[in-house]
């Protein structure tokens, strides 16, 4: 029986396959309202996306190189920048 492997989306930037690779990991989410990316705060799903990003690199990426996941965990915020403050 032939078997295919499920296509990954074609991804045009580093940044993006980062994003991408977070989101899959469930380690950053969506504003349903903005869609700003939020970080989720989970340090197993950061793990998570560090492995996954190591095991299966873009092409013309080494797997050692994965401090854009990194990079864009750290230029990602808690909270929507359009959402107002909540007050408890």
Known sequence: MLMTRERRPAIRT???WAI??????SAICECEEHGW????ADPY???RAVE????????GVSADQV???NDVL??????CPEC?????
């Open 84 to 88: 107002p403050p909540q007050t408890d």
């Open 45 to 47: 799903a950061r793990k």
């Open 74 to 79: 750290n230029s990602t915020g808690d909270s």
């Open 67 to 69: 401090a854009e996941i």
């Open 52 to 59: 996954l990003a190591r095991e299966d690199p873009p092409n």
């Open 37 to 40: 990316a939020r970080d989720r």
């Open 14 to 16: 580093l940044r993006g």
């Open 20 to 25: 991408h690779v977070l989101q899959e990991a």
